[in-house]
């Protein structure tokens, strides 16, 4: 079954009866975001719920409500510190009025967190005017603060003042600085009213540490309150509570997506990578090669690995194909994890299997020589892999067409698969049992760029559609009989 990496993955292995069907895609290249002027509303009292999956760690990036005064002089906001520690602040000229940073960092890109932020400065306890939530749990019971000044009582925060924007994704200046980088789902702003954590969660009967979400349309949510499902592609700011709608900037119908709370899907690693210069956007589904680099080892894995059962993905080059290597790995060791020997990426001494662009020729080790299989492949071709474990047997397909006379439900027979046409095989020695989705680029002096499409969301449109056997996952080529899509809610289903 999948391994994936530890945190809440709320209900992926849990079942629910509230399932979240799409989630927002912000990439921060785009400098994506959400905003809406708002009426006069509760500036002591509301609530702020959502779910966020992080995709880049180390830079500032904004995602609570912020909003300032026509001057910018005075102003709230919350963001992730370079450190990725979460810093929440109300400023009033000459200084901070509420405050809190955590002494947590969050760290993970393979989760989802759920993050509540709850004011009520009537209160005659200081440190129930504000409190955090980091999924169910208080956080000042967790990790606790290294820094805080609760607000003062009946304190107005510089929040739901009549005419000032509202952003969701960056910060209150004019240049939208610190824009957020990630998915977000299940956005909920509350006004008027400060809600626990257990409002818009619950832990699991069955598996009492994982926290999931649940339906919010009962709540109530005041004179600018909003809440955000984006299950309109069309309109990802739409108020399914019937307000007002945000408006979106840089952001499209692809970046809708079904990577959720309820089903979180692969990405690429962001933590797994050689070289600084790689860098990934899109949400982690667009990784680009430097335009120089040394010899061949700039190599991206999944997040998620399998170690038994079928599994399925979807990539393209979209610069420089013919550099391309995509195929999978197991094991990321050695000099795929950082050795200053840069000689080989995750097809050579990563024990990988790689379909190459130039001559569609399967490399696989440093040992064995490259395998006529199939055509070559250029810009913006769709490869298809199907990884069947439970034979220890792999297959591409070029836009559509199985490779080598490939046939993915061919069982045991392995019809055109790599490992029954010459390839090392899958469990050979030296294999920890643990395969990824890898991509790299095989020439030095060239920048290649991949897209991803393991089944929650695409850097591109999809043109046709379709999902696994179990429903999960949006792609452009029919999934084969008895292979799926590469997310949590798959864990222990009938393909491992």
């Given at each position: 079954?999948?391994?994936?990496?530890?945190?809440?993955v709320?209900?992926?292995?849990?079942?629910?009866?509230?399932?979240?069907?799409?989630?927002?895609?912000?990439n921060?290249?785009?400098?994506a975001?959400?905003?809406?002027?708002?009426a006069?509303?509760?500036?002591?009292k509301?609530?702020?719920?959502?779910w966020?999956?992080?995709?880049?760690?180390?830079?500032?990036?904004?995602w609570t409500?912020?909003?300032a005064?026509?001057?910018?002089a005075?102003?709230?906001?919350?963001y992730?510190?370079?450190?990725?520690?979460?810093n929440?602040?109300?400023?009033?000229?000459?200084?901070?009025?509420?405050?809190?940073?955590?002494?947590?960092?969050?760290?993970?890109?393979?989760a989802w967190?759920?993050?509540?932020?709850?004011v009520?400065?009537?209160?005659?306890?200081?440190?129930?005017?504000?409190?955090?939530y980091?999924?169910g749990v208080?956080e000042?019971?967790?990790?606790?603060y290294?820094?805080?000044?609760?607000?003062?009582?009946?304190?107005?925060f510089?929040l739901?003042e009549?005419?000032e924007n509202?952003?969701?994704?960056?910060?209150?200046?004019?240049s939208?600085?610190?824009?957020f980088?990630?998915?977000?789902?299940?956005v909920?702003?509350?006004?008027?009213t400060?809600y626990?954590?257990?409002?818009?969660?619950?832990?699991?009967?069955?598996?009492?540490?994982?926290?999931?979400?649940?339906?919010?349309?009962?709540l109530t949510?005041?004179t600018?309150g909003?809440?955000l499902?984006?299950?309109?592609?069309?309109?990802?700011g739409?108020?399914?509570?019937?307000?007002?709608d945000?408006?979106?900037?840089?952001?499209?119908?692809?970046?809708?997506?079904?990577?959720?709370?309820?089903?979180?899907?692969?990405t690429?690693?962001s933590?797994l990578?050689?070289?600084?210069?790689?860098?990934l956007?899109?949400?982690n589904?667009?990784?680009?090669?430097p335009?120089?680099?040394?010899?061949?080892?700039?190599?991206?894995?999944?997040?998620?690995?399998?170690?038994?059962?079928?599994?399925?993905?979807?990539?393209k080059?979209?610069?420089n194909?013919?550099?391309?290597?995509?195929?999978?790995?197991n094991?990321?060791?050695?000099?795929i994890?950082?050795?200053?020997?840069?000689a080989?990426?995750?097809?050579y001494l990563?024990?990988?299997?790689?379909?190459y662009?130039?001559?569609?020729?399967?490399f696989h080790?440093?040992t064995?020589?490259?395998?006529d299989?199939?055509?070559?492949?250029?810009?913006?071709?769709?490869?298809?892999?199907a990884l069947?474990?439970?034979?220890?047997?792999?297959?591409?397909?070029?836009?559509?067409?199985?490779q080598?006379?490939?046939?993915?439900?061919?069982?045991?027979?392995?019809?055109g698969?790599?490992?029954?046409?010459?390839?090392?095989?899958?469990?050979?020695?030296?294999?920890?049992?643990?395969?990824f989705?890898?991509?790299?680029?095989?020439?030095?002096?060239?920048q290649?760029?991949?897209?991803?499409?393991?089944?929650?969301?695409?850097?591109s449109?999809?043109?046709?559609?379709?999902a696994?056997?179990?429903?999960?996952?949006?792609?452009?080529?029919?999934?084969?009989s008895?292979?799926?899509?590469?997310?949590?809610?798959n864990?222990?289903?009938?393909?491992?």
């Open positions: 079954m999948p391994l994936i990496i530890p945190g809440n709320a209900s992926a292995t849990a079942s629910t009866g509230y399932e979240v069907a799409n989630s927002c895609r912000f921060d290249g785009d400098t975001y959400l905003h809406k002027a708002t006069a509303g509760d500036r002591q509301w609530t702020y719920s959502v966020i999956k992080r995709c880049t760690l180390g830079t500032n990036q904004t409500p912020v909003q005064d026509s001057a910018n005075n102003a709230m906001s919350g992730f510190e370079t450190d990725d520690q979460f929440l602040y109300d400023y009033n000229a000459p200084g901070v009025s509420a405050q809190i940073i955590t002494n947590r960092k969050f760290r993970d890109i393979g967190y759920h993050f509540v932020i709850a009520d400065t009537t209160q005659g306890t200081a440190n129930n005017r504000l409190r955090f980091v999924n208080d000042r019971n967790v990790g606790g290294g820094s805080e000044t609760m607000p003062a009582q009946n304190y107005n510089n739901n009549n005419g509202f952003y969701i994704g960056c910060n209150y200046t004019s939208a600085g610190t824009p980088d990630g998915y977000m789902a299940e909920v702003f509350i006004d008027g400060q626990a954590a257990s409002d818009f969660g619950e832990f699991d009967e069955d598996s009492p540490t994982i926290w999931k979400p649940k339906d919010v349309s009962e949510f005041g600018n909003f809440y499902d984006f299950e309109d592609s069309s309109n990802l739409n108020d399914v509570n019937g307000g007002t945000l408006t979106e900037v840089a952001l499209a119908a692809t970046d809708q997506a079904t990577d959720t709370p309820t089903n979180n899907f692969a690429w690693n933590l990578k050689y070289n600084s210069t790689m860098s956007a899109e949400g589904l667009k990784g680009t090669t335009s120089t680099h040394e010899a061949y080892y700039q190599s991206f894995f999944s997040s998620i690995g399998m170690t038994a059962g079928k599994w399925y993905a979807e990539f080059v979209t610069a194909a013919d550099a391309g290597f995509i195929g999978i790995s094991n990321m060791e050695g000099d994890r950082g050795s200053t020997d840069s080989y990426n995750f097809a990563g024990q990988g299997w790689a379909y662009g130039n001559d569609g020729d399967i080790t440093n064995d020589a490259s395998m299989y199939g055509d070559s492949y250029a810009n913006n071709d769709i490869i298809s892999i069947d474990l439970d034979n220890m047997e792999l297959y591409f397909a070029k836009n559509g067409t199985w080598n006379s490939g046939d993915p439900t061919s069982g045991a027979s392995k019809t698969g790599v490992v029954a046409e010459g390839a090392k095989a899958l469990n050979a020695a030296g294999s920890n049992g643990v395969f989705f890898c991509v790299a680029d095989y020439d030095r002096d060239k290649c760029v991949f897209e991803a499409n393991f089944g929650g969301g695409s850097v449109a999809i043109s046709s559609g379709n696994d056997g179990n429903g999960y996952g949006n792609f452009e080529y029919a999934v084969p008895g292979y799926l899509a590469l997310c949590t809610k864990l222990g289903s009938d393909g491992g």
